[in-house]
Every structure is written in structure tokens, then in C-alpha cells.
């Protein structure tokens, strides 16, 4: 488990660098990720290399001990190459195309940017195929980052007649698939389909979500383009991407077979800003909301089921977000093992020194411009003693998470409060309050090794959904199905059954009718002598052979069953057809984890969790208000002790449920 | 009186529509609308057509004893046709074009799709001509829906400049019309007048309302051709079209003598989140807005005092608005039978079936996407057989309704609290709070039959009008005449006069000044003896001849005149200088009421309305609370009883003003 | 001490000239301003002028015994012009034109539209260059209203490059100055910029800030145009221009060479809606907030450090603010005095009579459309004789303002609170509340005759800044120093050292760390051992050889310096690190003007404002409330009396330290 750091050598003078990188070796770090965003400076004209800085840098970061990741720069293409072929741009749908002079405005499927592409990665890997000091690649940098994964260029418009016939073979079979035969969408060939542009009324949602699917592939496809270029130079380098936080339009999962491992970008108190509803606590704006910080470590991880990297850590105060105020005293040494607690093998600062120019001189490094340390740079030097080699995570709950559900149910939210991580999180966040490991994986997963599955919304649900997940059942797997799940079939029609359609045997009950409630109504469910909340959206559940464990109190719905529960094989199957609130989630959740025997504790108040990974818990407290733990009398602590600080930590070596909170 | 349903048979496999067609007369339907958007399923190539289907299902119907309704498809066009004429697409007022791919993106001054519009309808009517089964025609669908009255591509510039020469003559007279003078804006001649582009500051007025008025004829010229086509085809049927609710840029009335009858659609519980300001209340969110959705019942009735019919009655849950709660109990036979009440002939629900496919699948049918029935299915089940034959409506007071004036105001509000749709509510709602009967009529229409007219706001006023309303009042008519009246001439320039312009003579009155005023200031105005609120708006009338009736109590208008009042001939007329809130509105209207000796009920609670048609009474409860009726101790009901349930109705054969509530 | 009024005979019949010139001398009107508009009046089609009808109106108006003042009608070029060169238009970043058809689409950098600027200002000067009524001109009118600063056209991407290889030289030098390798953003050369499109992510600020600077250099050399075409036909005429209130993207300082004294627009009771964050009051919204009007008095005073004139002023009722209450009675007389005070040589009213025509019929004036009196008409009649002579300000405070230090903070806020006129509100406001008048100045003005300055946020701060304000503060000078002065160098990039930068040793501290903060965190500073509310932004400071005299109270800040104090030469340096609140701005600037020995009172409540010119004491009354007034036993008033009623003034000759509220 190891820290490292984000360096650009580049903007600054070079008689500097020896010192940057001292003062890195000295705090601990043993990874320089470099040459992000570089191309101009490696190849300032056309077919004029310079690598001598690069050279120096990476022979300098070697010789301090520590190894250096490169990244292929083609999020940044000189302004000479636009100029050369303006072709390469991408455009928004109607037509305006998306301009040189920030980043990522290239198209996917441009042929032009794919051979330059091929061009550069080919003369930076040749250039360090036989450096010892670099162990790996970073393909690109944050693919579809400012709302880029989709483009509607004319390449894109060819590309996408090209997916659709190797897709559906013939017009007759995609007309079909879709449903054109509404509002006479039907296609006469498929040179007469373009790319989804600006209409007085909606899309149709199957047009939508295959073009989201195409847009999609697009990168997986320029994403492969990197990887076979970078283990073509040299087989042993790792190639692996950054990904971004609570990402909805990109698939992770698709990606995964290209890389030896995934990496994201982690900027906790700049999430809870823009991209979660809800307003941010004072708390969650100096330490972010752990829960959306580890949801995200945990789909990233469970992409290949594998350790994962933090290749970008917030360091400190960052440009992006509305607010900056300042972390919470020691929140970048928290932030750093509670990513090694989910899981991560490596955390990367980023970056080394705030930046004097350009877009992002609002964004702390681990030291200031002038060179002095900022707060990021103690706590890194205080983390990196505090890391210790660790077995991957072993979590017992899969939480099935569909992209491909999201694009859909989002194009039709069917209520502005609809919003898919959201809703997602009701389940994630009451099973990690119990302090449970949660892989967030694709729901083609194997679920062999899991003893409990929860399904927030499999929206999109085929055949072979139905027979995987009645498997696991049936081999005595425990399942949680949420609200929405099997609405509609993979090509986004409705099925011609009611919902969940294909799963309708599985959970013994179909949806009768559904409500979307804005929040002037009471909503409220008995479940278990008790009433809880629920939000949103409402599913009247019609069970045929499952047993009615929870009821609508009022409302058009009172009395319509909204949890029903049956049994298949040695597996229970339990079917919500609400949005739950925290305490309707939690004790569902309790439900499925003593179904399935789970080891969990009692639940962690907001803002502290707990976590185990190879014989030892950790407590993250990302709040300001300190905590006394309760551990068996004889667990050894390795990091910090029985009391947790504000935005402090805690490791003990000691199994999960003998963890808790005193007097809590 | 009749049910009825829209049924789009090409959505479903033809082995299905021999079952749908019995379920619908087992319900009692006797109208069955089709073909609406079926453009690609009836020409699937150019040139290539295909009735048969089409052919079965109009046969269907007929066997079971059921008349239909057929639509010329021209709402969307086929693919193949718009890739053939890509000019056939309207463009934004920035020169974008709007896409194929939903519907209503064609110009309604494109030669080339008048062109196809004329070979679909003659091909399509051709076909049906002499079918015993078809009764009769809907043109189109929905013109303007999404925003599409209002186009600005090149043809349109083509044929506004002609509209320009063909109603001015010379463009000196326009100039003068327009008032150009200011900001140099003559023009030279008729060539260099352009739709209304992207500007840095706002548009002359002038220009924008003759922009809008020529948008508007270009639907007359529109509907007139396929009015024209249908009835050249088979005289005996009927042509009519479905109109929107609240809807603001179409002048209805101007089509009116293009069509049998006016028909128009609608969605009540969807109406009061999306196009009329105010948070609907949870009632509302169940069962809809009955003043909302009776003034579009007379707005359509007014526009030929004529029986109407609503084209598409929402059938339960539907996709387009925010948020989609299950209608209410019974809301379905409710809405039927309000429609009857307010005049309709007969009432259609949309859609038949749940569709599997394309943009409308979360909008519910009569029966759910597997053929089952829904909660509309029941609800009109009960309905039909409580139909019975009536009168047509017979309304006591006319409210003069005037879309240029809606234009012309909504163009310049002064006030982002301006909304005429709301202002004109203001004195509906108070009528019909008291049960009247209320004809929204153009203000041209002869009054001859009303003992009272109410004129919210005509804007736009010339000696025209003065002369028509002075002749009212003459002949013993009792006229009440709102803020904003005469601010206008038919130009859209100020007059030489204050406001209101040549109406000054008749309300023996003139605006001294206005102001608007955001809701913080204190609002009333004192009025027989009591303060009444009032918003938004203050005109400081200043009498010649009327006496003054009301004053502002506060602010910089203190003391002076809000409500005058006068005479001319055997009637009055009172001048309202602001926009009056619900107590106002009720004491106003109550005086007018008993000046011109218009029966009438104590004021009804929101969302109970009373409505008298041919001697029966209607009480509809849009709430859910029961209500419980004093009625004459002989008076029969024909459907219900003396308690209304919760989105119940009854009526009773009795004159309204002896209908009330009991303990209210 | 004048009134004048802008006139537009051009909108009335001939016949009624004589009237209202006679009814303008009648109320002591000594100026009238015309033309303004009045291209395609004067040159209805290309080479045929016709000046008849101004030639009249001059002559009208000079036979009353007053001065006409003529304006280039370049604001809105006929239409026939722009048929002929559309390339005369300004266009939007994504390239979309600015049409015609309002006003103020042109080009400050078309070739073609300075050809025909200079063709109509030469016929239009040389008509009237021997009229002896003609005493001066206004150029254009409101340069960049409606956000047309910044054009984005083919013209303008030229002279861009021009404009940057006139500044820098060469490219590498520009690479340099702007930091060009951040995300590869090296030009290869001069031809290659372009002006900032649509980018998927933020722009470069270094790019942004020179594009800005050279727009707004197009708007100087365009004036320039104006001004020396003007003075070529006779030098002995004055040329102004008039500016607009809290304008942002135009540095009026540097017109002020052009210029002869400058002019400004002044709406009080709009600006409030609409170019301040914060809701108005209704006092506001009746009379305008009295320092936002009396700060942009003191900007176009301090810009030539001279009389200005208020070249059109608010005369009731207007058209573009959201909401128009009525004015309060007298604010059209309060108004002119409160300007008078702050140094204006003549207010003249907009506009003479409310247009029937065109874009701004709603906006009133002094006379109504009828040509009736209306309420300014009253207060303008009521002024015109209480005006006299007076010598002109002497402020003994300079408030330094940099709009280039606006352009580059609202580009990268790094909040959504960060507004600069507000943050210099807050030093201004708490300045004027003390009575104090205040030059609100550039930062490069010599500042011998000041006791004090402000600098508010001097952003970006180079050398040269720095020795300038050292040596004010060495001579005895006391400055006061801001949020986040010194944060950039003038090419917008940090500077190597931390804030604030080369002032540092001035301010005997930099910035260690800075954060912002949303209003749910409580943000407090002790100073003279209270506690002082503070907002938005913390700047922590470390001193050096300063003394803290400010302290954080809490959150991550608590116990950092906030506000230091040092010394040098005579002169003493106070620096803020946050955005003060009233409280705190209040005690700052009380310190400060005991440090300084300036006089001033004790605070006059919100509303009220006094201020002292030339030996008399104004006291403006902005509220609804009367004020009674404590002044020295033989002070004589000269306007009103001790007791100031609503939206009233009165004017006392006395200094401003004998002058106060009683009872307050």
C-alpha cells in the first residue's frame, strides 16, 4: 500500500526539479505519475520530439528511489494539430463544434485523431520501452470528463450507422427492436439514422439509449487503441485510466478488460457540491460524505474484483467546486486510508505544487506555488508510515449496479426527483452503516463467492438476468430487488408483461400500477410494526406466490403491498417497490444480512464507518466531532487508538463485529 | 353524449385488435379515434401504401357497433420524406433547425409539405370515402404542440413578407403602423423584413405580435387545407381537431370556421404542474383543477357556441409531466362527466393501451401494456351508462378572451408576475365559484344573448371594439373591464390617449398611471366597506364620469381609484385597474351578477363546482373530502346522491341556485 | 448646477415641437439632448439626408434659451446598412450573429462600420458645427449594453491577433506572460488564436483577461473615433459619452482621455433588481439604494477627478427592471440633488415624454404620452430653481478600483458569493454612511491629495502597484488593503510568491492560505475585542513584520490572523483577509479615518446618506421614513429644512461633522 503524487516538471524550471523530488522521497511517496497533458511540450511541431526533460525527470524520480507512471497526453492536442485537421473536434447535437483551449474536445471515432493518437503513444513508449524507473501507463486522462463521452460529429454519425447494422444485421430487426412504428419512426435503411439531435419533443429511448451505448464503445474502442499500443512497447508496464466520481455516462465495467486495473480521481468535499443532490453538511464540506467517496472505490474495484488505485487525491482546497472551503485538519491523511480500507493498493496526491498558470490555479498541490509545504503535504508524510501490505478485500454483499440502467431510467426519469446514484446509495449507505464490504459490480458478475445480492434497479432485464440471478438463488443467495427493476427490456421497450417482467417468477409478485410522489405527499410504509418513509417513487406490488411483508400507508396506494418476500431453492428473494428511506433501508438490509449470515455491527452514525479488509477494521470518522470506540480488550491497535478524532482514523486489528461506538 | 377511445391498432399484432375492439364496446365506447401519426405504417416507401391494415380495424369497429374517428397523419412524417426535403423542417429563431425524430417539426409554410401534405390526406380520405364506419376527421394533431406555432425558417421569411405586403400595402404604412421611427428601425420595403432573430436587446413589439399573428394564419392556411380535403371527399363527415389546455400561442378561435366542432385534450392532473404558475395542492396532483380545465371546456365551446368534444381524456397515470401520482378514485369518470356538464358531446379517452414502444411508454391507457385493465378501464365502464342526451349549454355571461392581447401582454408584462392566462382566472374562477355558466368567447362576438360580459384584459383596443362593447351596454348589458384593457392599439403602439383608449368614453374613466408590484409590498384595496387583496398590478384610475367604488389603501397609490363604475344606456360597466385576488374577484363579480339578474349559487370551495345544462345540475368534488348536498327536497338525481364522495359527481335535476352544500 | 432632458422630436408631430420645447423651458430645463437613434431619420436610404426636422428642433430649442446637446446615432444603423454589409454585426462565441433589430449589434472592430461611423459623424458634425445652439455630443450611446463589449466575429478575431502581437511581439513571449504550458495551450504562432468559443471546459484566464482587454481597447479606439471626428469640426464642443451604473465589462477610465467630462445613466430603482445580488427592499425598490447610485456618481467623477453629468435620469416608471413600482414621491427631485451633491454639473432627464412607439413604450417621462404632466414633470419643475453653483468635490478619500481586477475575479471566483462591485460595497457603504466623500479611482492615480485610501481587491498586482502605494503610505498615506489583493500578476497568473505578491512587504504579511465559504458557516473575526460577521472569503495571513489585529473565530481558520496592521515611513497599511460585513467594514474604515484625521460622522442609517460640497451639507432621505436632523444652531438651510420627510433632501450650510440624525 503506497502513496505517490501527480508532477508536472513541465511548468516549472528545471533547476527546481531536483529538489521537488527530494522533498517527495522525504515524505514518503514511491509513486510520480508524469507527462499528462504534455504533448505540446513533447512535440511543440509536427514531428519535432523533445524528451529530454521527460528523460531527466523520470532518471530523477528513479534515483530517488521511486518509480514513475506516465500518461499518454491525448486529452490535450497541441493547438498546431486542431489547426491541421479541425476534423477531430468533437460537436454538440446541434452542430456547434466543441473548441481547442481546454480539454477533451476530441471525437472518439474521429480516423484522424485515432492515427495521431497512434502516432504519438507510439513515440512516447518507444522513447521509455527500456526504462527501468517507469512501471506503467495511464491511458488518456479522465475520458469524458465536461460532458464528452457523447459527440455528434459527422464521424460520429457515420460510426454510428456502422455500430447499428453490425448491431442488428438489418433495419427491419432494429425497427423492430426499438418499436419505430410509434410516431412513424421507422427507418427505411440504416443510412437514414443520424445522431440524436435537437427536436421539438423527446427522443425516442431506445435511439437514445443505443446512441449512448455506441458513444460508449467509442471509447472503449480509443481506450483499446492505447492499451495494445502500450504493452505492444513493453509487455510488463501496467496500463490502467482514471476514472471520475459518481461518472454516469461512461461504463466503467467496459473498460475493465483493457486494463490491469482501474483508477479514479477522488475530490471528496468537491462531490458533495455537484453531482449529489441534497445539500452538503459544514462537515461533508471539509471532509466530503464517506459513503459517496467509498461507493465509488467500490465500483472501481469491483470492475475486475480487484485492488484499484486513487490516481488523483485531493490534496487540499481545489478550483472546481462552487465552495472551497479549506479541508478538516487531517482530512488528506483520512482520505488516504480510508481508500486503502476499500481497497485501493496505491493513493496519488494530486498534484505536487499548486500551479501558476492556466485553468487550475485555484487547485492546492501538496505544496504551494512558492514552493513551501501546504496541509496536503504533512499529511501525506504522516500517512505514508502509517500503510502496511494488505490481502485484497474479501466483501460478502454484491451490490449489482447497472450503467445501461441508469442511461435509460434518467431519459425517463418520469419525476425530476428520480436520480439513479441516489437511489443506489439508499441500499449502499445502510449496508456500509453495518460497516459491510460491498463490491459494486456489473449484474452479469458472478455471484458465486456472495453470500447476500442487492439489486437497487436492474431496469433493463432479459432472459438471461432472470436465469443468472434465479441461480443464485436458488444456490442459496439471498436478493434484495428494488424499485424500478425489470421495467423494460434491453432494447428499452416495456416488456409485454408487467414489471419486472422476466423476473416476475423469481420475486413471485409483479408491479400492479406505479406513482411518482413529489415530497407535499405523505409517504410512508409499514414494514415489520413499524412505519417508515419512503421517497419518490411507488410500486404497487401484486404477489402471486410471495408472501406481503410491507404496505403503502396512504394515498391512492394505501394498503397496496410495497415489500414482498418469497423463497427459491435454498435463497430468499425480497422485492421493494419504493425508493426507502435510511430507516426503511436499514431494516431491509438487516433483514438480508441475518438472512444470509453476514457479519455486520449496529449502524454507524452518518460520517463514521467502518470497514475490514484482511484481519483489520478501520474507523473513519469524517466528521469534526470526536468518537470513543468499544474493541475487545485485547485488539491491538496499529494506527491512532480508542479514540477517533475529529477527521481522524483509527486500525485495529480486529474482526469487524466486535467494533462499535461507546455510548452511541 | 358519448364515450369514447384512441386506439393505435399498428402497435399491436392484428390477432390482438378482434379482442381490444370488444373491450371496447363491452365498456360502452362508441368512438374510436386511429391513424393518428401513421404516416410510415400507411407509406412505408413513396408511393408504396398500405391500407389493409387500417381497412380491418375500421371493420372491426363497425361490427361492434362503434363509429371512427380517423386523423391524417401529418404530425410525423416518415424518415424517407424528411431526407428527401430536408426543407420541410422548421428552424429556431437562431437558424437551427429542429430534427425529425419526434413530431410537429414541419413548417407549416413549406410549399413542398403542403404539397405532401395534400397527396397523404387526398390518398388517405380517398381510401375512406365511402366507408359507412367513418364518421368523421381530426386534421393533424395538436398543431403548436412543443413550441412549434412559431417558425423562423427561410420559407417562413418568404411568406411573412408577403403577410406584410398583402395586409399594409406599401411599407410606409407599415412603418407608420409599427411605429419604426424608434431606434431606427424603418425599413425600406417589404424585402428587407426578417423573422425575428437572435438580438442583444428585446424586439419592437410591433413586429413580434404581426410575427405571431402571421404564425398563426400560417396554421389557419394549414388546417384550411386539410379541412378542405377532407370535406372534398366526403362532404357528410365531420372535420375537427384536437386543441391543448392553457395553450398560448394558437388563437382557437381563428380556426374555428374551418371545423365542426373544436375538440381538444385533456390532462388535468398534468395541467397543474406545468402550465399554470402556483404549487398544485395535493388534490390538485390527483384530480386536476376544475376551473382549469373548465375554462379550456369553454373556451373551446365558446369558440363556435357549440358543443365540443374532449379528443383525449387522460386515462390514468401519464408520461409527461414532473411528477406522475395515480389519479384519484374515480377521477376518470369524474372528468367525464365535468366535461358533459360544461357542454361536451362526447368524450374520448387517450389511449387505449399502454404502448410497449417509443417516447409514450409511462403514459397509462384504458388498459395496461399486457392487456389487462386499469383503473381507467373501470371508471369509464361506470361512466358510459350514466350518459344521457342534453341541451346544449346555455351561458348567462360571456368572458372575452383575446389571444393577441395574450400575445401583446406576455411580449411586455412589466412584471415577471404577468400571466394572462391567471389574471383572466381571477374573474372565471370567481364565476364559476358561484356556478355560472360562462361562454370565453372572442371579443368580436356578438353579445346579444348575455346579460353580463367580462373583459379581463383587451390589451389591444380599437374604435371597433369601443363602438361593439358601447353598444352592449346600451342595450342594458352589464360589462366589467380589467387592468391593462385599451393600454394598446391594434398595433401594438400606445394610443395618443391614456389607457384605455377609445374605452375611456365607456368606462368614463382613464388610467392616470400603473404599476407593478412584486408580492413584498402590501396590496389591498378597500371596497364596499372591506380591504380585498389584490397582486401585481396597479392602474390609478381617474374618472370623468363614473363614480369611484374602490380605492388603494397604502403605498404610493393610496387613495387613489381602483374600481369605478358608470352607465350608458339601459346597462353599467365597472373598470377594474387592478388584478383583483379571490375576494375581490367574488365581490365584483357578485355585484355584477346581481345587476344584471344572473342566477347563481353562494360561492363553492375550491375544487367543488356546481354547473347547470339543460335543467340537470352537476356537483363535481375534485377534493378529497366528501361533500354533502342541500338540494330541493323533489329534486331527482339522475347520477349519485346528496353526499359527493371524494372525486365523485352528482347530478340532480334542478336549477342551479337552488343547489348547494350543506354546513359550509 | 443644470437640469437638462433627452428629447426625440423625431417621435411626435412637428406641430407639437414648439409646445414642448415651451413646457421644457417652463420647468427650468437648460439642456436638451437629441439625435440619439436617429440614423435612418436623418439618412433614410444611403447619401439622402434629411436634417430638417433637426435643424428645427435645434433651433426650437435655442430660441427657449437653452442648449442643445447631439448625439451620434451609431447605436442603430438603418436597415438598409446592414442589408448592405451584414459583416457589420457583432457575433456570440459560437458564432451565431447579433442581428438587427434592436440596437447595439455592431462591431467595434468592422473595417466597414468605422467606415460608416466616420461617413455619418462627419455629415452630421459639419451640419452643425457653426450652430451656435450646439454646446456638444455624446458618442454613440451606452457602449456594450445588452453584454456587446465582446464580439466574437471574423473582424474581431483579426484585430485580436494584431492587438496581441502589438502587445507581446512574439509568441514565445505571450507563451510566457500567460503560462501557455498548462494543457499543451502553446501557439505556434500570432495567426493561430482565436478568440474563446465553446469549449468543454473553462477557458485559460490569461487568455480570457487579454481578450477582454482588447475588447474593451475596441471600444476606446472606437469612441476615439467618434471624439476626434466631433473636435475636427469644431473644437470649441464638449464630448461625453454615457455610461451605464455597476457596468462591468467596460473600463470607463480609460475613455476618460477622450473625453471632456464623462456621463452615466442612472435607473435607482432598477439597478436594484437587476445588477446587484441581494433583494431589494420596498424602500429600494421606491427610490433606488443611495450608494450604489452615489458609488457610480463617484467612478465617472473619479474618472477625470471633475464634474460628470447624469446624461439620463430615471423620471419615473421604466420599462426594464422585473417588477416597476411607482417612484415615491419627490425620489424624481431627491435624486437630482443626491447627485448634485456627489459632484454632477447637470442631471437631464430620460426622456421628455413616454413613446408610443417601439421597445420602451413603458418607460415613462416627463410628460405622458398624452403629452399631459406626469409625476417628473412636478419634481423636475420643483428643482430646477433649488440647484445653484458650487465648486466641485474634494474627496479625502480615494477608493482604488481596477476593472481589470474585476474582469479576472468574476472569471475565476472560486465562489458563488464572489461579486467585485458588492465586495467594494462594502468598504464604500460603511465610507458614505460616515458622510465621506470618496474618489473612486484607479489604482494608477496619483494619490498626493488623499489622507486615506481603500483598495478594495487589487487582484492583479504588479511592481510598479507596489512601489506606487509604498510610496503613498511612506508620505504619510493610510491604506487599507483587501480580499484578495495581490493574488496575480497582470498577465493572470500567480505569482511566484504568495499573496499578495509584491505587496507583501508593504503589507508586512502574505497569505498563507485562503478558503470560501457558503452562508451556513458561521463566520466571525474578533477585532477590538468584538465579534465582526464576515462572508464569502477567508484569507488566513501570516504576518511578517505587521501586527494582527484581527482573528478568526472558528472553523478550520480559527485563531488565524485576519486583519493586520504595519507601518511605513509616515503611513500605516491595514490588510483584511476576508470580506468584511457591515460591522467589521464599519470599524475598518473608523480606524482608518481616525488614523488619516478625515472627517466624517457618525453612521447614518441604511438610506440615509449625507455628504458635504463646497462648504453645504446635503442629507438624502432614500426611505419611506422622515429624518430629523441635528445641525449646528446657525446653520442656514438652503433646500428643506431639519426635518428630511420621505424621499426627501435637504441642504444646510454647514460642514459635514456638525451634521447628524437626532434620536438615532
Known amino acids: 500500500m503506497s502513496l505517490g503524487v501527480c508532477y508536472f516538471p513541465e511548468h516549472w524550471p528545471s533547476e527546481r526539479w531536483a529538489t521537488d523530488v527530494e522533498q517527495m522521497a522525504e515524505a514518503g511517496l514511491e509513486y510520480v505519475r508524469m507527462a499528462e497533458f504534455s504533448w505540446a511540450r513533447v512535440e511543440p511541431e509536427r514531428g519535432e520530439f523533445d524528451f529530454a526533460w521527460l528523460d531527466e525527470a523520470v532518471e530523477l524520480v528513479g534515483d530517488h528511489g521511486m518509480d514513475a507512471v506516465l500518461c499518454t497526453p491525448t486529452a490535450t492536442p497541441p493547438k498546431w494539430l486542431v489547426d491541421e485537421h479541425p476534423d477531430i473536434r468533437q460537436a454538440d447535437a446541434d452542430g456547434t463544434p466543441r473548441e481547442w483551449g481546454s480539454r477533451r474536445f476530441t471525437c472518439f471515432n474521429s480516423p484522424t485523431y485515432r492515427e495521431e493518437t497512434e502516432r504519438i503513444v507510439r513515440e512516447m513508449t518507444a522513447r521509455y520501452a527500456d526504462d527501468p524507473h517507469v512501471v506503467g501507463w495511464q491511458a488518456d486522462n479522465e475520458y469524458g470528463c465536461h460532458r464528452t463521452v457523447r459527440c455528434y460529429c459527422e464521424d460520429c454519425a457515420a460510426a454510428f450507422r456502422e455500430w447499428l447494422e453490425s448491431t442488428y444485421g438489418d433495419v427491419e430487426t432494429l425497427n423492430e427492436a426499438w418499436g419505430n412504428t410509434f410516431w412513424s419512426q421507422q427507418y427505411p435503411d440504416f443510412e437514414s439514422v443520424d445522431p440524436p439531435g435537437p427536436t421539438p419533443a423527446e427522443h425516442h429511448p431506445s435511439r437514445l439509449l443505443d446512441y449512448y451505448r455506441f458513444a460508449n464503445d467509442s471509447v472503449v474502442e480509443y481506450n483499446r487503441l492505447h492499451a495494445d499500443l502500450i504493452r505492444e512497447a513493453n509487455d510488463d508496464w501496467f496500463v490502467t485510466h482514471n476514472f471520475m466520481g459518481d461518472f454516469p455516462t461512461l461504463d466503467a465495467y467496459s473498460l475493465a478488460d483493457d486494463l490491469d486495473f482501474l483508477g479514479w480521481d477522488s475530490y471528496p468535499t468537491g462531490f458533495v457540491q455537484d453531482r449529489r443532490p441534497g445539500a452538503p453538511t459544514t462537515d461533508e ?71 501558476r498558470e492556466g485553468q487550475e490555479q485555484y487547485h492546492a498541490g501538496l505544496r504551494k506555488q512558492d514552493g513551501s509545504p501546504d496541509r496536503g503535504y504533512h499529511d501525506a508524510a504522516a500517512t505514508a508510515p502509517e500503510l502496511f501490505d494488505l490481502a485484497p478485500v474479501d466483501a460478502p454483499v454484491a451490490l449489482l449496479h447497472d450503467y445501461e440502467s441508469l442511461w435509460a431510467t434518467e431519459t425517463q426519469p418520469h419525476s425530476p426527483d428520480w436520480h439513479y446514484w441516489s437511489h443506489l446509495r439508499a ?5 456500509r452503516a ?147 428511506g435510511a430507516g426503511l433501508a436499514d431494516a431491509l438490509v438487516e433483514d438480508l444480512l441475518a438472512a444470509a449470515g453476514v457479519a455486520h455491527t449496529a449502524p454507524f452514525p452518518d460520517g463514521v464507518r467502518a470497514a475490514e479488509r484482511d484481519g483489520y477494521t478501520w474507523v473513519t470518522n469524517f466528521t469534526s466531532e470526536p468518537r470513543s470506540l468499544a474493541v475487545p480488550a485485547d485488539a491491538a491497535f496499529v494506527v491512532g487508538d480508542d479514540t477517533v478524532g475529529a477527521y481522524d482514523v483509527a486500525v485495529v486489528e480486529s474482526p469487524l463485529d466486535a467494533v462499535g461506538l461507546e455510548q452511541y
Not at 427 to 431: G, I, K, Q, R
Not at 493 to 502: I, K, N, S
Not at 519 to 546: I, K, N
Open 434 to 580: 453495518r460497516g459491510v464490504q460491498v463490491d459494486v459490480v456489473p449484474p452479469s458478475t458472478g455471484l458465486d463467492g456472495y453470500a447476500a445480492a442487492v439489486a437497487p434497479t436492474l431496469y433493463l432485464a432479459g432472459e438471461g438476468l432472470a436465469d443468472h440471478l434465479t441461480a443464485f438463488v436458488e444456490n442459496g443467495g439471498h436478493l434484495l430487488l428494488g424499485a424500478r427493476t425489470g421495467e423494460k427490456d434491453p432494447y428499452n421497450q416495456l416488456h409485454e408483461t408487467l414489471a419486472p417482467g422476466p423476473l416476475a417468477d423469481l420475486a413471485g409478485a409483479r408491479v400492479a400500477r406505479h406513482e411518482s410522489l413529489p415530497e407535499q405527499f405523505d409517504t410512508a410504509v409499514d414494514y415489520r410494526g413499524g412505519a417508515y418513509e419512503f421517497r419518490t417513487w411507488a410500486g404497487w406490488l401484486d404477489p402471486t406466490t410471495a408472501e406481503t411483508r410491507g404496505r403503502y400507508r396512504s394515498g391512492e396506494a394505501a394498503d397496496e403491498p410495497a415489500v414482498v418476500h418469497d423463497g427459491a431453492g435454498d435463497g430468499t428473494v425480497t422485492t421493494v417497490g419504493c425508493w426507502p
Open 427 to 431: 441500499y449502499y449507505d445502510a449496508l
Open 285 to 355: 464540506l471539509r471532509a466530503g460524505d464517506p459513503d459517496e467517496i467509498g461507493m465509488n472505490h467500490d465500483v472501481y474495484r469491483g470492475a475486475k474484483r480487484a485492488p484499484f488505485w486513487v490516481l488523483e487525491q485531493q490534496p487540499g482546497d481545489v478550483n472546481w467546486p462552487p465552495h472551497v472551503p479549506q479541508p478538516g485538519e487531517g482530512a488528506m491523511r483520512l482520505w488516504a486510508h480510508h481508500a486503502v480500507a476499500h481497497g485501493a493498493d496505491a493513493v496519488l496526491y494530486f498534484r505536487w505544487r499548486r500551479c
